[in-house]
């Protein structure tokens, strides 16, 4: 039996334990969050990077196929037909990490929307693959081989 002043006990946290909670929380998250908004960032330019490598390597592939000549606009052609967007897999160039669309490429002009990649100087004999970033073109500059 109970006695009649035996207190009861409560299941349950009081409101201070609560809002300690609760601050702790928001602490954690001020940390977290930018971290992770800027490792976010630098994701996108780190795909925006393998983009360009893909570019370049369909770059090469379009001189292997072409007796040593790299395409000078989006227009050229190997001699079996095939444009630089047909070198790249899928035949299609690589998904823009900012748009989730195909990336835009610019001929003989530097990028300038996030993501895009360009080719300047884009000559039969030599080319520059540059990529823009988040806010500005990237240090990456990726060149035809020794010239």
């Keep these: 039996m109970r006695p009649e002043h035996a207190q009861e006990r409560r299941n349950g946290f009081t409101l201070v334990e609560l809002a300690v909670v609760m601050v702790v ?3 954690l998250a001020a940390i977290a969050i930018p971290n ?3 490792v976010k960032h630098r994701a996108k ?3 925006v990077k393998a ?6 390597v ?24 095939e444009t630089i967007k047909d070198m790249c897999p899928g035949g299609q160039y690589p998904i823009n990490p900012f748009t989730e669309e195909p990336t835009a490429m610019v001929w003989d002009a530097d990028p300038s929307n996030q993501g895009q990649i360009g080719a300047n100087p884009a000559q039969p004999d030599r080319y520059v693959i540059k990529g823009f970033g988040r806010s500005d073109l990237l240090a990456l500059q990726l060149t035809s081989g020794g010239r």
């Design 25 to 27: 929380i928001a602490v």
């Design 36 to 38: 992770f908004i800027r």
């Design 45 to 47: 330019e780190a795909s």
């Design 51 to 56: 983009n360009m490598h893909t570019i370049q």
């Design 58 to 81: 369909a770059f090469e592939d379009f001189a292997v196929k072409s007796g040593g000549v790299y395409p000078d606009d989006e227009t050229s052609v190997t001699p079996s037909g």
